[in-house]
């Protein structure tokens, strides 16, 4: 029937044509506006620890939208269940004798029962946004490693 086949992709004639790609200053600026929600001066004190911690996610805003996205989008885009965080966290390999199961539980609804009210209706409650995500790296590396 057919020798071979031509898989050739134009995306200007594809449902992706009108799709835009990323670029790293808007995924900075979203970060950012992003950041003006989370907790994290409330458990980490020191304000240069703050910003090194917000200059290291500025770093490397790209790949943690792009890894949110992909996991969010087999749990429940565009959030994150509880089901499906617990499984993402043992994929990193984090756990031992201090960090369990149940401290993961607690870090997932420490971030979503403080969510900020202005978010509330907007962002799904028991759910992870973006935004809360990020507070929850913050929140396991501190329990980690602090």
Same mark, same amino acid.
Request: with cysteine.
């Given at each position: 029937m057919f020798d071979s086949v031509d898989r050739s992709f134009d995306k200007s004639k594809s449902v992706f044509k009108?799709? $835009? =790609?990323? $670029?790293?200053?808007?995924v900075q600026t979203g970060l950012r506006e992003e950041l003006a929600y989370w907790k994290v001066p409330n458990f980490v004190k020191? =304000?240069? =620890?703050?910003? /090194?911690? =917000?200059? *290291? *996610?500025?770093?490397? /805003? *790209?790949?943690l939208k792009t890894l949110f996205i992909? %996991?969010?989008s087999a749990s429940y885009f565009p959030v994150i269940r509880w089901l499906n965080y617990a499984p993402l966290v043992a994929e990193w390999n984090l756990y031992d004798t201090e960090f369990e199961t149940g401290a993961v539980d %607690?870090?997932?609804?420490?971030?979503?029962?403080?969510?900020? $009210?202005s978010l509330v209706g907007i962002l799904p409650e028991k759910d992870m946004s973006r935004s809360l995500w990020y507070e929850a790296l913050v929140r396991i590396a501190f329990f980690k490693y602090k």
């Open positions: 009108d799709w $835009k =790609e990323d $670029k790293v200053a808007q020191d =304000e240069d =620890e703050c910003a /090194a911690i =917000e200059a *290291l *996610l500025q770093k490397h /805003a *790209l790949f992909v %996991r969010s %607690r870090i997932f609804i420490t971030v979503t029962k403080n969510m900020d $009210k």
